[in-house]
C-alpha cells in the first residue's frame, strides 16, 4: 500500500528579529548579524498510510500546529521533503475564513479554491449550511462569529469538499458534546472510506477512542510514533510527572526544551567537498554578487525617482 503522507528529515525554521528594522538590515546587507534561527520542528521522519487516523499529541509549543500546516501544504519546509499523496484540507479554529466575508461567501470562496464549480457549490451549499448549525449568523460577517461558530462553518466546508486527507487541529476543543459527536461521527464515516486523518488535540480521551496511531511531539522532535494504546500510556505517564513538578523545575524543564530548539540543525549526511572547479565556483559567485548589487542600485534610483 503506498504512503499517503511522507515526511523525510523535516525542520521548518523561523528567523527571530529582536526588532522589525532588523529585518530590513538583514535584507539589505547593512547587518551582518544574523538573526536566531528557531526550529519549530527538527528532523521529522515518519509515513502514515490510507485509511490511518493519526493523533498527533505534545505539550504547549511542541510543534503539533506547524506539522498540521505542512501536511496541509500551507507552509514549506525549511529542509527535507513533504509527500503528500493526495488533496489535503485542514479544520482548525478560523483557520481559511475571511472575517470580514459572511459564512456564505466564505462557503463559496473556500471551495471555488477546492475546485468545485458554481453548480457543485449551489448543490452543497444547503448541506454544509444544516451542518453548521449557526442559524441566520450564516449570513453575517465571520468577524462577528464565536470561536465555536467558526470552528462549525471551517469543518462543515472542509468534510464537503471531499478531501483525501483531513487534518483536524483543535477544531472540535470549541463546540458542545452534540457537534463533537456529529464531527465524529462524519469523520468514522471518512474512516471506513479509505480516507487519511490527523487528529490534533489535547484531550487523550479523544485521541485514544478515535486514533489508530499517535505521533509525540516534544519540542520539535519526534519523541514517539506507534500504536496507539502504547504511546498514549506512556505519554499519560510523562504528563502526570509534568504536571507533578514544583513550578521552578517546570521553568527550567520548559527552558532547557526551547533552548534546543534555538540549537543549529545538524546534517546528517556531510556534504561532500567538491573536486576541482574552484575558479569556476568563485566566478559565478562574484557574477551572482554583481548583479544582486546592480539589481539593488536599480530599485533605489528608481525609488530616488518617484
Sequence with gaps: MEPKVIFKDVSKSYKIYNKQ??????LFLFNRRKAKQFHALRHISFEVYEGEVVGVVGLNGAGKSTLSNLVA????????????NGEPSLIAIAIGLNNQLSGIDNIKMKCLMHGLNNEEIQRLMPSIMEFADIGD??????KNYSSGMKSRLGFAISIHTNPDILIVDEALS??????YRKCIDK?????ERGKTIFFISHSESQVRNFCDKVLWLEYGEVRQFGESAA?????????????AMPNGDK???????LKRQYEPLVQKEPRQKPQGGGWKKAIEYTTAFVLYVAALISAFLMLWNV
Excluded: C, W
Excluded at 504511546?231 to 504536571?243: A, C, G, H, Q, W
Excluded at 521553568?251 to 526544551?257: I, P, V, W
Design 73 to 84: 501544504q500551507i507552509i514549506p519546509p525549511s529542509t527535507g521533503e513533504v509527500i503528500i
Design 187 to 191: 469523520m468514522n464515516e471518512f474512516k
Design 251 to 257: 521553568k527550567l524543564f520548559k527552558e532547557a526544551g
Design 174 to 179: 470549541v463546540g458542545d458534546k452534540t457537534f
Design 231 to 243: 504511546v498514549l500510556d506512556e505519554y499519560t505517564r510523562y504528563v502526570k510527572d509534568f504536571n
Design 21 to 26: 528594522s532588523d529585518k530590513l538590515k538583514e
Design 137 to 142: 449568523f450564516i449570513h453575517q460577517p465571520v
